[in-house]
Structures are given as structure tokens and as C-alpha cells.
């Protein structure tokens, strides 16, 4: 909206950085243009403060207000956008494809599963992920199609097609049980026990469900896992093609990490459309915390954060 006047409505690139911890209510966005470019790119910084907030200038309080993200952009119209193209040798590797199965996008929103594809859902006490009711994740129901990676397929809880202004929200979502994709085969299996045997069949009918709750504890690991919080430390977003301006119904993320170590971890993140086309990438840093760090109350600074 800001660069609307420039034909400039996409964004390009953008670098979140979040100091302080968010929390749901209002919240109030200032704007800088750092670099207004007269054809191609514009470059803004954006500065997100919540608490305190008043209804005109200066929009905030200094002593109560709290500068909670911080983001550079660049911004561009993707539709207009030309220049030099090379296909490059990623493009015919198998890490290009789209997952096998494709799902049966019908059975999924009809019943949450179909022969390869199941929805990851979160469990009925867990107001702390409100944020996660949002979408619904539905993932392979044999585990890991490739050892320490997830994949997935993601919609809109809502039904609301997905537009390029939810990107950065797409990216930064994952399923309750990310971590247990992304960790090495010998301990994903010691987080979630020997997979049953409908797990092992992606075809079979799901009758062995007695087997599988008696492998796995479920509630257990459930319970585990709602006591941490993942916060973003750092986020980098790059988008590659544009989305219909109608937007989409569904996307397919790939989430990888390399390195999980001392409550510190980073995870790439790639977006693929239904036709396989790359939709956007993201690079993130993300600490792993006790949950009771993200439910404490937000005391007002002391100080100044300007």
C-alpha cells in the first residue's frame, strides 16, 4: 500500500529481526522510505511497536511503547519485473520435484487424509498455538519422506485463498511436531516411537490405530512439546514468482535444519505452488525456550527503546 503510487506492490526480499517478544492486540507499523528507486526496487525499513499506542502522531509512548520487530524490504512489481533468465542444474535434480504422492486435495479437506497424506492436528488444550489454528498442515503419513526433512502441504484454516501478502506468515508456520521431522532418524524414533504399521503403508485402511497409540506416547510427547516455545530470532524472506492476484488454495513447504544445538537452531524453508514452481525461500534462526517465557507477562521498560 505504501509504494502502490511507485507500481511497486510486491515485496521482493525482506529481513525481519525481532527483539522482544510479540503478543496478540494492536499494533502500530512505522514506515521509512530508505531508498525510493525510480524504476525497479524501493527500499523501506519498518519498525513494529505494540503497548502504549495512541491514535495520532507520534502513535507511540515513550517509557510504555515497545519496539517489538524491526524489517528491512525491497519491494518491486513481480509482474513487471524483466531481465536475464538461466535455467540452472537444481531445476532437474529430484530435490526440484514435488513430494511423491501428490495428494488428493479433495480427500484432504473432506476428511484431513487420503493414501499418503494426513493432517497434523493440534491437540483440543493448546490456546498458547492459537496462531497455528490458523492453517491446516497435513504431512506424510509414514514419516519423513527424506530423513531431517518435512513436507508438507498447507492451506488456510479459514478457506480464504493464499495471497502474496500472507507469504511471510506461510513461512513462519509450522506443525506442532516440526522438531521431530527435522531430528536424525535414530532419535526422531526415540521421540516418537517404532512407526506402526499403518504408518509403514501409506495405502493401508488405518484400522491399526490400537497399535500405533500403544507404540507412541502420543499424549506424552504432546505434553513435552507444549512446554517449549520456538520464538524467531532472525528471518529472511526471498520471493521468486508471484501468486495469482486471486491467490491460491493450497502450497507446498519443505522445511530443513542443519544444525539443532544448545536451544539454537536455523531452518530453510522452500514454497512450491502445485505445479512445482518455487514461490519463495526463507532462512530463519529460532531459539527453543520454555513456554512460561512466552506466557509471562510484557512488563513496561524502564527505558526509552527509541
Known amino acids: 500500500m505504501h509504494l502502490s503510487s511507485r507500481d511497486q506492490p510486491d515485496t521482493l526480499t525482506a529481513h525481519f529481526e525481532y527483539p522482544a517478544r510479540t503478543s496478540p492486540g494492536p499494533a502500530i507499523v512505522i514506515v521509512e522510505d530508505v531508498k525510493l ?17 495512541r ?13 517489538v520487530i524491526l524489517a528491512y524490504t525491497t519491494h518491486t512489481n513481480l509482474l513487471t519485473f524483466g531481465g536475464f533468465s ?29 493414501g499418503g497424506w494426513e493432517e497434523n492436528r493440534l491437540p483440543s488444550p493448546s490456546q ?8 491446516h498442515f ?19 484454516a479459514s478457506g480464504e485463498r493464499m495471497t502474496q501478502a500472507v507469504l511471510p506468515y506461510v513461512v513462519d508456520s509450522f506443525p506442532l511436531t516440526v522438531h521431530a521431522y527435522l531430528a536424525a532418524p535414530e532419535l526422531r524414533e526415540l521421540l516418537m516411537g517404532p512407526p506402526s504399521d499403518r504408518d509403514r503403508k501409506p495405502g493401508s485402511s488405518g484400522k491399526n490405530k490400537t497399535s500405533k497409540t500403544n507404540d507412541r506416547d502420543e499424549e506424552g510427547q504432546i505434553e513435552a512439546r507444549m512446554s517449549l516455545w520456538f520464538p524467531t530470532v532472525v528471518m529472511n524472506l526471498e520471493v521468486k514468482a508471484a501468486l495469482p492476484e486471486e491467490g491460491v488454495e493450497w502450497l507446498n513447504v519443505r522445511v530443513t535444519s542443519k544444525q539443532i544445538k544448545d536451544g539454537r537452531f536455523d531452518l530453510d524453508v522452500l514454497v512450491r505452488d502445485v505445479e512445482g514452481e518455487i514461490i519463495a525461500l ?23 527503546s527509541l
Open 37 to 53: 528507486g525510480r524504476s525497479q526496487l524501493s527500499t523501506l525499513h519498518l519498525t513494529l511497536w505494540q503497548g502504549g499506542l
Open 86 to 114: 538461466l535455467p540452472t542444474g537444481y531445476g532437474s535434480s529430484t530435490a526440484a520435484a514435488l513430494p511423491n504422492p501428490l495428494p488428493d486435495f479433495n480427500a484432504l479437506k473432506a476428511s484431513g487424509i487420503d
Open 282 to 304: 526463507s532462512h530463519q534462526v529460532a531459539l527453543i525456550l520454555s513456554m512460561e517465557r512466552n506466557t509471562a507477562k510484557t512488563k513496561p521498560s524502564a527505558k526509552t
Open 55 to 67: 491514535l495520532q502522531a507520534p502513535w507511540i509512548t515513550l517509557f510504555v511503547s515497545r519496539r
Open 138 to 156: 497435513y504431512v506424510p503419513r509414514a514419516g519423513p519422506l527424506t530423513p531431517g526433512v518435512l513436507d508438507m502441504w498447507i492451506r488456510a
Open 128 to 135: 498458547l498455538l492459537h496462531s497455528l489454528r490458523n492453517w
